[in-house]
């Protein structure tokens, strides 16, 4: 089975902080995707990565970036934190198009409920 | 640009009960679909996924979904509700060519009672 593995299950950092969400899985997916998800607005894509150093913004990308320098590990960084980004944050992997079939589903973590006080 | 409408943010049925979530698709071409279940404190699982091959898709824990393209629907149901199937589900669905990216719905949080 899949394994995607997030560090923290709950995290409570201070407004202006740097933060560091981390997230590695264990199937040599190339696709990786971070998500938050906010009640009744279901999943949105913040930032996605399909190979090692390669990075795209998803649908949410502002105040938020990425780091993938292994293809194992997916970082997403909040570069100063705000209030208003306390959220339930998903990590998601999946192989490529290009070396399995185009349905590939993607594999979650159990994500990371994360407060800005 | 592909979205997904899930109706209905709550459900509420009773225990042994039949089970229809909705979904709603649209997309321009063909799309991939895929139904997510979350149960509390848990990332997304994946229920079953549409291949093409049958328009009836079997998943797992008795759930299976009907994709209709003359109504761009792809509908979950299970015939027998069980209090174990209590969680939110997520309808997604990802294009051809997409890079694998999922957009989607907002989710049907589901009641089971005795």
């Known amino acids: 089975d899949v394994k995607v593995t997030q560090s923290s299950r709950y995290l409570v950092k201070r407004t202006g902080e740097k933060v560091f969400l981390e997230c590695v899985q264990d199937?040599?997916?190339?696709?990786m995707f971070w998500y938050r998800q906010d009640p009744g607005l279901g999943l949105r894509l913040i930032y996605f990565?399909?190979?090692?150093?390669?990075?795209e913004k998803g649908d949410i990308p502002e105040g938020y970036s990425v780091s993938r320098e292994k293809k194992e590990r997916f970082s997403l960084i909040l570069e100063s934190a705000s209030t208003n980004q306390t959220s339930m944050y998903l990590c998601?992997?999946?192989?490529?198009?290009?070396?399995?079939?185009?349905?590939?589903?993607?594999?979650f973590g159990d994500g990371t409920r994360l407060s800005i006080l | 640009a592909q979205s997904v409408t899930q109706l209905g943010s709550h459900v509420s049925v009773s225990e042994g009960a039949l089970v229809l979530l909705r979904c709603n698709y649209s997309?321009?071409?063909?799309?991939?679909l895929f139904w997510y279940v979350q149960y509390p404190n848990q990332g997304l699982q994946l229920l079953l996924k549409?291949?093409?091959?049958?328009?009836l898709v079997k998943g797992i824990n008795g759930f299976e979904a009907e994709f209709k393209k003359s109504e761009t629907s792809f509908h979950l149901t299970k015939p027998s509700a069980h209090m174990s199937d209590a969680a939110e589900y997520f309808c997604?669905?990802?294009?051809?060519?997409?890079?694998?990216?999922?957009?989607f719905g907002t989710g049907t949080q589901l009641k089971v009672e005795l």
């Open positions: 998601a992997s999946s192989l490529s198009p290009v070396t399995g079939a185009l349905n590939q589903p993607q594999h």
């Open positions: 997604a669905v990802s294009l051809t060519g997409g890079g694998n990216k999922l957009t």
């Open positions: 990565s399909y190979d090692v150093k390669m990075k």
């Open positions: 997309s321009s071409v063909p799309p991939y």
């Open positions: 549409y291949t093409s091959a049958a328009t």
């Open positions: 199937m040599d997916h190339e696709n």
